[in-house]
């Protein structure tokens, strides 16, 4: 099947009920969207699909066939995304290895509401653990982004 | 700012380097221990050199970049960034200068061991030193260079410059000459005033951010080997189960599954990618010889600790008022974002191995055991670790993937799932602390009993403060179920006891908890707990049903303490408002590493005093995910304030020392805002509301059974309203948190009873409410 990921096109001879995450981690090798529970309690490995953030631990690959599919590796070329750029300036990262599915969680946030309020970014975002405990600077972060 | 952190292509670079030295009739010159080591030299054409490599902490490069090695694994603490600001401090170097590499698995770096809040402060000396060194080199090339004195030099962002006139050569420019030089004597060498430090005062963001947020990073489930295979394992169903039989029919038919491999303990099931290798182990029919633990449960594990218990010693004749309390915690799991995971390549006499590892010494003895090489011949990277907390001690995972890689024949990665993970893991051992203390007839303590029974290594510690006739008592209980280090080992668990019963003395003696404790406080800890009082307007009063609790405490050699403030609503919900952090460092290495540490800390501190525990049943822990083992998320992480002190003298771990006092701090906030002591976590399982009927908050034509419930629970509705709706019910957590939402078509007429199973939720008190258009009907129930 052809997967479109970041704007390019993969050609991916895989089972169709394959997860997306590990087509992207195993097959195409983009390991920046990452493992974290499997079953979509986590928010480590979301990944946008069109403007929408989803699971991709908990996505078919099938799924995906005619979407346009963005990892973190996609966001931009040049870490001039709005976030990441917050995400630079606030220092948000402990671990870091949330951070990919905490900032593709909020790209989508921010497409649908551009300018959050703090209840906003916490309903958004209450699917994405942080087990070091950034979340203080990842809604201080987004809050940034949305100004910037 | 920083090198590809992808150790193998530093190796390949050293090999470069080491490979044209033996082909160029050049001199190396080994580098034996940390200060004795000199530059290597190319004496090819140009006789040259390429680099400065004063000591095996850093190198300065012709184009001005100095390449720091930082020999501890980054868990998210900050070691990749502190190693390279001390060493740019004391160099005086220009921080854009600075790249970081991490260093191979070494004994050469003395321990490793990344554990016990020690990166920090256990590295300071040596790593000033070595930047230290490498300036002093660097002032007397130039001083030879311009034929003055070295006392007429001085260091500056990256230059050594002519303090009286207008001569400056860079770094870079200084390597050919400071290379030829001797490595001075370390009395030789000055380290900088730390008032001169810029900084280590200000502190610098995570180094590896850039990277993170791109994707960049390289974790050890990153690693990318030609030839892999993936590897999963199927864990035993009980601790101490191992394998009698199994038929991998099934999983041999799973497009990607290659083959599996039998230990005494677990089955590998060998993949071309994870998800087919996850899918073959669930697809395993496995005979298991479950052990002498099968029919453990946590009942039995908690008796064991009550048990021994005993009856505590008697307090000295002077006490007039005796207090008893006895408190009691679970076991908790580590369950580090990124799971379990190493990768091994066995070629021949050699193995690589990828890893994220707070142990990398001890994944290479442990690799080197398990395919049957020295430990010389296991060259370990360590990748970044997403989170540690106490686990990536442990090697379990590249025992593993280094014996199915010897019988695999190929480079395996092995990845465990969030449920090995959680059930095949170690934990912070659940204990029951029984204490006893005296007042005297002023209010002054008499004495103090602690007896801590743990179902793992016992760690009773005293209190931090001065308190006559101290008694710490330790046992262990069964303590079959592994247990190891959890962040901040025993005071996780001593302190909340400590900090808790503290309160109730001050409690019993009439005086605010707060001022209780300056009485009986030493200078240091007097010090934390005023900045508290006034950071958290300790004696403004809050509106009814808020309250605040303070805890303190002294551990690896810093002292730190909280202010929590909470709500607790008429029906019990509980929200933690604010969270005010102080903590003494003595001498602060990089600030904003210790915001972040002590911001985990009240997270962690939170999540485990709320909601998360493991409880075992069947010899393996119940939990088996985040949805059952339980984290704060974004919503209910507090306001925070975190106040950093540095009364100076000293460098404290920072990693563990804001964790131990949130638990305490916030169930005396508990106390204080409703009267309810909580004197056993998680507080999920406490209902906080002194009034049981609650008429008020609960309706009476809601019924929930039974109550408390095990795993299912009946909703019965008294109305005679039936007219068709739409019934929907959402059940909330302590912390106000949707945990089970269900809609469907009904009426509310003869006492309709809906059966819920609720087995996947955790033990603890939940809010149910069901609505039918504007009508709600509210409820509580507990589950055991």
Request: aromatic share 6%.
């Amino acid at each position: 099947m052809n997967l479109n990921v970041n704007n390019t096109n993969y050609e991916v001879n895989v089972p169709s009920e394959m997860p997306l995450l590990w087509v992207l981690r195993d097959v195409l090798g983009l390991t920046g969207t990452k493992f974290g529970c499997g079953v979509g309690t986590c928010g480590s490995c979301v990944v946008l699909s069109g403007n929408e953030a989803i699971r991709s631990c908990s996505t078919p690959v099938s799924d995906c066939a005619d979407k346009k599919i963005v990892t973190i590796e996609g966001l931009s070329n040049d870490m001039t995304h709005p976030l990441q750029i917050a995400w630079m300036q606030v220092g948000v990262p402990q671990c870091g290895y949330c951070q990919s599915g905490q900032i593709m969680s909020a790209a989508a946030l921010l497409m649908t509401i551009p300018k959050p309020t703090d209840e906003d970014i916490d309903r958004e975002m209450s699917s994405n653990i942080c087990r070091c405990g950034t979340y203080n600077k990842i809604r201080e972060a987004i809050h940034i982004a949305a100004i910037g | 700012m920083k090198e590809n952190n992808n150790n193998s292509t530093n190796f390949a670079r050293r090999e470069f380097i080491l490979g044209i030295s033996a082909t160029s009739a050049g001199v190396l010159i080994g580098l034996v221990n940390p200060f004795s080591g000199t530059a290597k030299l190319f004496a090819g054409d140009e006789k040259k050199f390429l680099e400065f490599i004063p000591n095996i902490w850093l190198e300065v490069k012709k184009d001005n970049t100095i390449v720091v090695t930082c020999s501890y694994s980054e868990l998210g603490q900050g070691a990749r960034t502190t190693t390279p600001i001390i060493i740019a401090d004391e160099m005086d170097a220009e921080w854009e200068m600075v790249k970081v590499v991490q260093a191979l698995a070494d004994t050469k770096y003395d321990s490793q061991s990344t554990a016990g809040s020690t990166s920090g402060r256990s590295s300071l000396n040596t790593l000033r030193q070595a930047g230290a060194t490498a300036r002093t080199m660097l002032i007397t090339a130039a001083a030879q260079t311009w034929g003055i004195a070295e006392s007429a030099c001085k260091a500056q962002l990256g230059y050594i410059i002519e303090t009286a006139g207008s001569r400056k050569l860079s770094f870079g420019e200084l390597v050919d000459k400071a290379a030829t030089l001797p490595v001075p004597n370390a009395n030789q060498v000055k380290q900088k005033d730390p008032k001169d430090f810029i900084y280590m005062t200000k502190g610098k963001h995570p180094i590896d951010t850039a990277d993170i947020i791109t994707g960049k990073a390289k974790y050890g489930i990153d690693a990318i080997v030609p030839g892999m295979k993936y590897a999963a394992v199927a864990m035993p169903p009980a601790i101490g189960a191992s394998v009698s039989t199994y038929d991998d029919t099934q999983t041999k038919a799973i497009p990607g599954v290659i083959k599996t491999i039998k230990f005494s303990n677990y089955i590998a099931v060998i993949a071309d990618n994870t998800y087919a290798a996850f899918m073959g182990v669930e697809a395993l029919k496995v005979n298991w010889n479950m052990g002498s633990n099968a029919n453990l449960n946590s009942a039995q594990i908690t008796k064991s600790l009550t048990d021994k218990i005993g009856t505590l010693p008697s307090l000295p004749t002077n006490t007039a008022k005796t207090i008893e309390a006895q408190y009691s915690v679970p076991y908790l799991a580590h369950a580090p974002m990124e799971p379990m995971n190493c990768t091994v390549h066995l070629q021949g006499s050699k193995c690589e191995v990828w890893v994220s590892t707070q142990n990398s010494q001890g994944v290479q003895s442990t690799v080197a055991s398990a395919v049957g090489l020295s430990s010389a011949n296991v060259i370990v990277h360590t990748n970044l670790s997403g989170g540690a907390f106490g686990r990536r001690n442990g090697t379990d995972d590249a025992q593993k993937a280094a014996q199915v890689a010897k019988q695999a024949g190929v480079p395996i990665q092995l990845v465990y799932s969030r449920k090995d993970d959680i059930r095949n893991g170690y934990y912070r051992p659940a204990s029951i602390h029984a204490l006893k203390a005296g007042l005297d007839a002023s209010g002054k303590i008499t004495g103090w009993i602690h007896k801590g029974v743990f179902a793992g290594s016992p760690g009773v510690s005293s209190p931090s403060y001065s308190i006559p006739n101290i008694q710490n008592l330790n046992d262990s209980g069964i303590t079959v179920i592994p247990t190891g280090a959890w962040r901040s080992v025993s005071a996780s668990q001593v302190v909340f006891a400590n900090e808790s019963f503290i309160d109730e003395l001050a409690i019993a003696a009439g005086i605010d908890p707060l001022d209780f404790r300056l009485s009986i406080a030493g200078t240091r800890i007097k010090t934390v707990l005023n900045e508290l009082k006034l950071r958290s307007d300790w004696t403004k009063p809050l509106p009814k049903g808020s309250g605040r609790g303070v805890a303190v405490f002294s551990g690896w050699s810093g002292y730190a303490g909280h202010v929590v403030e909470v709500t607790i609503d008429s029906a019990g919900k509980i929200k933690v408002d604010r969270v005010i952090a102080v903590c003494d460092v003595g001498f602060a290495i990089n600030p904003i590493a210790i915001e972040s540490q002590m911001m985990g800390n009240v997270i962690d501190g939170l999540s485990t005093a709320l909601i998360a525990e493991i409880t075992i049943d069947k010899g393996i822990a119940v939990q088996s995910g985040y949805s059952s083992y339980k984290w704060l998320r974004i919503g209910d992480s507090p306001k925070m304030e975190i106040y950093i002190l540095q009364s100076g003298g000293f460098t404290s771990g920072v990693g563990e020392l804001g964790f131990p006092t949130v638990s305490p701090a916030l169930c005396n906030a508990i106390y204080n805002a409703c009267g309810i002591r909580v004197r056993s976590l998680p507080i999920s399982h406490t209902p906080l509301v002194t009034d049981v009927e609650d008429k008020e908050n609960f309706s009476n034509e809601l019924s929930l059974y039974p109550n408390p419930f095990t795993d299912e629970l009946n909703i019965r509705i008294g109305s005679d309203d039936g007219s068709p709706t739409f019934l929907n019910i959402e059940i909330h957590d302590i912390l106000g948190s949707t945990v089970f939402q269900r809609s469907f078509a009904g009426n509310l007429s003869g006492g309709i009873i809906h059966k819920l199973n609720l087995n996947e939720l955790a033990s603890g008190v939940y809010f149910v409410n069901l609505s039918a258009g504007n009508k709600i009907f509210k409820g509580r129930a507990i589950k055991k």
